[in-house]
C-alpha cells in the first residue's frame, strides 16, 4: 500500500466521481481506477459502489477515510519537520482573467506543494512574469505553450427565460436579446463576428469582465451571455445553458513560458498541465 493511492482514494471519496478525482489529482483516469483496484485488492474489501452518476463509499470505504486522511497528514508533517529550509524561489505568475476559480486554486495548490519552497505572486498577464496562464489565441513569439484545458462555451439565460424551451438557440434567437458583455474574452471576440456577419445585434445592458459578476446578471435577469461550459455553472439552478445551433466557440488555456529556457521552479506547474491535458483529453 502506498502513500499515492491512498491520496487518490482521498480524492475519489471527496469527489463522488472518478473523473472529478483525475482532474483533481491531475491525472488520468485509469490512474485512479487502477489505484483504487489494487487499494481494494490489497484490503480485500469493496470501498466503492460504482453507478452511472459517480462512485458511492462503502462501508468499508467509510471506515478507510479518517484512517487514510491521518496517515497522509503524518506523512506531511513528517516531511515538513525534516525538510531543510531553502530560500523560497520568486515566481510571477500571469493569470488571464475567468480561468474558473475552482479549477485554478486547486492546479496552484498543487503547484505551491511540488514546487519546493515557492514564493508565488499573481499578476495580470501583461505585467512582467516568469509565465503566463492564457488562451492560446493569446500567445507571443518567442513563447511555448502547454496546454491545460479546452474549454467550449454556451449560452446562458435567466432561469425560466423562453428561449430555456428550445434545445439549441440559434444566431437569429439572439437579435435584440438583452445581453451581458464580458471583455476582454476571445470567446465573445468570436461571438461578436459570428453576429456581425449575419447583421444580429444585441442589446448590450452592461459590459464586465468577470464570469462571477456576468452570472450574478444572467441569474437576476439583467441579460443573456456566454460562459464557459464548466460543470459549476451548468449545474447551477438559477442559469441555464444553450447550445448555440451550428457554433463552435471554443478556446484552449494553457501555460506560456519563454521558449529561451523555462526556470526550474516551472518545471512542476508545466508537469501539471500535462497531466491535466492528458486526463481532459481523455474524459
Known amino acids: 500500500m502506498d502513500v499515492r493511492s491512498l491520496r487518490y482514494f482521498i480524492a475519489a471519496y471527496e469527489s463522488g466521481s472518478i473523473s472529478a478525482a483525475a482532474r483533481r489529482c491531475h491525472v488520468a483516469q485509469p490512474s485512479i ?3 483504487l483496484a489494487q487499494l481494494e485488492e490489497r484490503l480485500g474489501a469493496p470501498l466503492f459502489e460504482r453507478h452511472r452518476r459517480g462512485i458511492t463509499p462503502t462501508e468499508e470505504g467509510h471506515r478507510l477515510y479518517p484512517l487514510a486522511r491521518r496517515v497522509t497528514e503524518d506523512i506531511n508533517a513528517i516531511t515538513q519537520i ?7 524561489t520568486p515566481v510571477r505568475l500571469g493569470l488571464m482573467r475567468s480561468l474558473g ?11 505551491i506543494a511540488q514546487g519546493n519552497s515557492l514564493a508565488l505572486t499573481l499578476v495580470n498577464p501583461e ?3 516568469d509565465a503566463r496562464i492564457i488562451g492560446e489565441q493569446d500567445v507571443s513569439p518567442g513563447e511555448a505553450f502547454q496546454p491545460i484545458w479546452h474549454d467550449s462555451y454556451r449560452l446562458a ?3 425560466g427565460h423562453p428561449l430555456g424551451l428550445k434545445r439549441t438557440v440559434t444566431v437569429a434567437d439572439l437579435e435584440e436579446l438583452p445581453f ?5 474574452c476571445a470567446a465573445m471576440e468570436q461571438l461578436a463576428t459570428v453576429l456581425n456577419a449575419a447583421g444580429v445585434r444585441c442589446q448590450v445592458r452592461a459590459r464586465l469582465r468577470t464570469i462571477e459578476y456576468t452570472l450574478g446578471l444572467v441569474a437576476a435577469g439583467v441579460g443573456a451571455s456566454l460562459v464557459p461550459a464548466w460543470p459549476e455553472i451548468l449545474a447551477r439552478p438559477d442559469v441555464q445553458c444553450r447550445s448555440l445551433d451550428g457554433l463552435d466557440i471554443h478556446q484552449t ?15 512542476p506547474l508545466l508537469q501539471l498541465g500535462r497531466q ?4 481532459e483529453e481523455q474524459a
Open 157 to 159: 439565460l435567466p432561469s
Open 180 to 184: 451581458i458583455w464580458r471583455q476582454p
Open 33 to 35: 481506477s487502477t489505484a
Open 127 to 129: 505585467e512582467r512574469c
Open 276 to 279: 491535466a491535458w492528458e486526463s
Open 253 to 267: 488555456i494553457g501555460v506560456a513560458y519563454s521558449t529561451r529556457q523555462a526556470m526550474p521552479a516551472l518545471l
Open 82 to 88: 525534516f525538510h531543510t529550509p531553502v530560500p523560497p
Open 101 to 111: 476559480a475552482n479549477r485554478m486554486t486547486s492546479l496552484l495548490k498543487e503547484y
